[in-house]
């Protein structure tokens, strides 16, 4: 997928379900290595922020982290949920609707606390400046939380892999039934629905259905549309599986393809190759969008790629990396990073192929494996 709330499973879940405990441990202490000396606390508002350090599913909590403790602040109706999910050795959990008093209780002596400048409303930043810490110096964390969270344990690798399992799996099953008569609304809730029957949480975004002229739209929503005989169709399908997400496209043309659909399914696909040798240990990431990039200007298509070439996926569908032009991330080991070089014009529609591929010594590795064939009856 080019560049809500948050659910999923208790600890006893996951572990029934075969997944490996995630070491929130090593998390934490990531975190408070980020704070250093110069940051006394440092307060966590984003969903996926919480859930990352302390294990936490509900839709209403704050995370309070010092070097020395870490607070799980919500209300009476995750009280079981938090104890559940928590390591209540590690976290304390407070049960209660009001914010300011725990903030001012874990706060007490800082001189310098940061909060989420990704995540912090105005109204909450002028509260806590104004009436819950006014002695307290609020500074944005820098580098973010999401940025930390580019480099994945091999628990949370596990959890992207089984996700993109389910995907192959689930596509595979729905193009066996055939496109052509299909709406693309349709075709997303089966994948959805196959994926979900399959052990997915969820799906990991809104799935992408795009036929024919919808698919020059890089974010066009599967709507009523039917799907023609000969015409490209763009699925771009992920699945959730105890929070993480996994992320594929694949371009396919209903019936003969002619010389022109056949051009862009095989250089696109081409360049996705290019990108995806390209990107590993050391790499910068406009290096792999420019190995992709390459490959399509050597077939005159340079200008119809319009977005970077890749993302980072996990708790999100889109977190750090951003892989682009302008990107200087240079690529690490354990990333999870995707590779989606794709085209797009108005008339004829789109092609993207995308796979999401973890980061190793050697090279990418890819997570998601459905076949790219792109011609179907």
Known sequence: M????????????????????????????RARDLLGDRVDGLMVTSGPNLRWLTGFTG???????????????????????????VDGAAVRVVVTRELREPVREVFEGAAIVALEAD???????????????????????????????????????VRIRRAAEITDAALAEV????????????LAWEIEGRMRDAGANRAGYDLIVASGANG???????????????????????????GYRSDMTRTYVTGSPTARQEQLLDTVTRAQ???????????????????????????????????????????????????????????EADWVVTVEPGVYFAEEGGV??????????????RLTRAPKDPVLG
């Open 119 to 157: 995540d912090v409303s105005w109204e909450l930043h002028e509260r806590v400046a104004d009436e819950w810490l006014p002695q307290v110096g609020l500074v944005p964390l820098a580098p973010s939380l999401r940025t930390l969270r580019s480099t994945k344990q091999p628990a949370e690798v």
């Open 352 to 365: 993207r192929v995308e796979d999401t591929v973890v980061i190793t010594e050697d090279g990418a590795q």
């Open 216 to 242: 020059a739209r890089p974010h066009h929503g599967a709507d009523q549309k039917v799907i023609e005989p000969d015409e490209l169709v763009v699925i771009d399908v992920g699945a959730e599986v105890d």
């Open 273 to 331: 190759e290019a990108g995806v040798a390209a990107a590993r240990v050391g790499a910068v990431g406009s290096e792999v969008d420019r190995a992709c990039r390459d490959v399509l200007a050597g077939d005159g298509l340079a200008e119809a790629f319009v977005h970077g070439v890749g993302h980072g996926v996990g708790l999100e569908i889109h977190e750090p990396p951003m892989l682009g032009s302008q990107s200087a991330a240079v690529l």
């Open 2 to 29: 080019t560049t809500g709330a948050t659910g999923g499973e208790s600890p006893a879940h996951a572990a029934a379900a075969g997944l490996a405990e995630i070491d929130r441990s090593i998390h934490r202490q």
């Open 59 to 85: 839709s209403a909590g704050t995370a309070l982290l010092t070097p020395d403790e870490l607070v799980l602040v919500t209300d009476e109706r995750y009280r079981d949920q938090a104890e559940d999910q």
């Open 175 to 186: 193009l066996t039934g055939g496109l052509v008569g299909r709406t693309e609304a349709w």
